[in-house]
């Protein structure tokens, strides 16, 4: 699975976020899930929560959405500084390392926020990057969440949309094996982002990143537009 990908990268990690909010430098992550994958076979994880700070409680929708509890978090969690460790070490090792995600520059965000302050948002100029969004929305209408491309891919039951860092990152991983099926080229999307036809870009721009406005009609694909 994934051929085209795999004969550019050597190590694939597909991650996910649950976070308090959606802004991604006030609003912090609280989970943070990674699949690592070696020649299309998992080879590492990662599953951890993420405490806040002292004083902070979780938005009670969030933990509606989530089932995370702050009690949860209090009994469970790490420091933030140790889970940016533990995530640093899943690219640890690689030299052609590719980070996916589904709705991956809102992740990245995040992810880059999280790192900087622990003097680890290095880890991030290595690799490539692949959002599995971008590549679903040229492959089918609206809706595009994660659960609405489990179901077009026939993955129910296989894949869990559970909105929990390391379920929503392994039913990510077998979205992409999903596509790849269809038609092998997700290694055009390398580094390649769709933006709002309307709104354009969310969050701050990734320097190695190439935005296009991703149109609502599909007629070709997004890496043969210019």
């Known amino acids: ?100 995600a589904y709705n991956a520059q809102f992740d990245l965000n995040f992810l880059y926020w999280f790192l900087r302050p622990h003097g680890r948002a290095g880890a991030l100029q290595k690799p490539h990057f692949l959002d599995a969004l971008t590549v679903y929305r040229d492959r089918r209408d609206y809706p595009h969440k994660l659960c609405n491309a489990i179901d077009a891919y026939g993955l129910t039951g ?24 269809e038609r092998d080229d997700l290694d055009r999307y390398i580094d390649l982002f769709g933006t709002h036809p309307k709104y354009g870009l969310s969050g701050r721009r990734i320097a190695s990143v190439t935005y296009r406005p991703q149109p609502y009609q599909r007629t070709v694909p997004l890496y043969e537009l210019t």
């Open 158 to 181: 296989a894949a869990v949309n559970s909105h929990r860092a390391v379920d929503d990152a392994r039913a990510t991983v077998l979205l992409l094996e999903a596509m790849a099926a």
């Open 1 to 100: 699975m994934m051929e085209a990908i795999w004969r550019q990268f050597d190590r694939v990690v597909i991650f996910d976020t649950e976070t308090t909010g959606i802004e991604f430098s006030r609003d912090r992550i609280i989970e943070l899930g990674a699949v690592a994958l070696e020649n299309g076979r998992e080879t590492n994880s990662l599953d951890v929560l993420v405490r806040l700070p002292e004083g902070k409680v979780l938005p009670p929708f969030i933990t509606e959405l989530t089932g995370i509890t702050d009690a949860q978090l209090l009994a469970e969690g790490v420091p933030e500084a140790e889970a940016a460790e533990d995530f640093c070490r899943l690219l640890n090792g690689s030299e052609r390392p590719l980070l996916a």
